[in-house]
Nanobody, 131 residues
Framework: QVQLVESGGGLVQAGGSLRLSCVAS????????MGWFRQAPGKEREFVAA????????YYGDSVKGRFTISRDNAKNSVDLQMNSLKSEDTAVYYC????????????????????????WGQGTQVTVSS
C-alpha cells in the first residue's frame, strides 16, 4: 500500500520557522501532484499548498502566501513545506497529500484546493505555534 509519512512538526514560537517533510513509500510519485492541507481545532480542513509533478507550478492558500514554500524531490519521493514567519493561527495538524488525477487533469487551482481531489493522505503532523 501507498504510505505518506510526515515529519518535522513540533512547537515553535511565533515568528519562527519549521520545515515539514513528507516521504512517500510503496511506489513512485514522480508523476503525481503533491501538497499540504491543515486542520486546526474547531476549524474546517484548509488548503495550504500544492506542487505539480515536476515542481514547475505551485499554488498557495491565501493565509500562507509569502510565508510558506513548497518544494519536492522526485528522486526521494518527497515533498517539503518550509514555513516562515509562523503565527499562532498556523497551529494545526498538517497533512501531506498526493494524487495522479490532480496532475493529469491539468493541475487546476479549483481541483488542487479541494480536499476530495486527493487520493493519498498522510497521518498528519502537529504544528503548534506559541504566541
Amino acid at each position: 500500500q501507498v504510505q505518506l509519512v510526515e515529519s518535522g512538526g513540533g512547537l515553535v514560537q511565533a515568528g519562527g520557522s519549521l520545515r515539514l517533510s513528507c516521504v512517500a513509500s510503496g511506489r513512485t510519485f514522480s508523476s503525481y501532484a503533491m501538497g499540504w492541507f491543515r486542520q486546526a481545532p474547531g476549524k474546517e480542513r484548509e488548503f495550504v499548498a500544492a506542487i505539480s509533478w515536476n515542481g514547475g507550478r505551485t499554488y498557495y492558500g491565501d493565509s500562507v502566501k509569502g510565508r510558506f514554500t513548497i518544494s519536492r524531490d522526485n528522486a526521494k519521493n518527497s515533498v517539503d513545506l518550509q514555513m516562515n514567519s509562523l503565527k499562532s493561527e498556523d497551529t494545526a495538524v498538517y497533512y501531506c497529500v498526493a494524487d495522479a488525477g490532480v496532475q493529469y487533469s491539468g493541475f487546476l487551482l479549483q481541483v488542487a484546493t479541494t480536499t476530495s481531489s486527493w487520493d493519498h493522505w498522510g497521518q498528519g503532523t502537529q504544528v503548534t505555534v506559541s504566541s
